[in-house]
């Protein structure tokens, strides 16, 4: 048992110190965020948290489009690209028609290299006029 408490003591030593001062980065995409109380992204060592995106359009295969081109533009004001997104959480108004819109947003993963990903159906959104909002984690490495 000593020898194991050694073990866990010296490994939990290991851990360079500046590893957990590194600052987490806050970047706004608009300025309402402040006004609301919420980052746009915010990136953790090599982890972007992309808040969710909110999306409207004439119908969903506008809005999905509206939603990963957004979300597109901010991977690349990272260097990043969609084969780097680990986690997607969709929030929608009206699930049957995000399913009808599966291939408008599987054109935005190239070579079919999905995130992990979760959709939920909500009453609404914060702006009741969307019918999506989508939330990505990223790694940047």
Same mark, same amino acid.
């Given at each position: ?54 999306? /409207? ?7 999905? /489009? ?10 690349? /004001? ?64």
């Amino acid at each position: 048992m000593r020898a194991y408490s050694l073990l866990v003591s010296g490994l939990l030593c290991a851990v360079p110190a500046a590893a957990a001062e590194v600052p987490l980065e806050r970047h706004a995409l608009g300025s309402w965020e402040a006004d609301i109380g919420y980052s746009g992204v915010v990136r953790d060592g090599d982890t972007l948290y992309v808040s969710g995106v909110p999306c /409207r359009g004439q119908d969903m295969q506008a809005a999905v /489009r509206a939603c990963y081109g957004e979300l597109t533009k901010i991977l690349q /004001r990272f260097g990043a690209d969609s084969s780097q997104v680990v986690k997607e959480t969709a929030y929608t108004t009206d699930m049957d028609a995000l399913v009808k819109a599966i291939p408008a947003r599987k054109a935005f993963f190239a070579d079919g290299r999905y995130p992990a990903a979760s959709w939920v159906q909500v009453s609404r959104l914060f702006n009741a006029e969307d019918m999506l909002e989508v939330e990505w984690t990223v790694r940047l490495k």
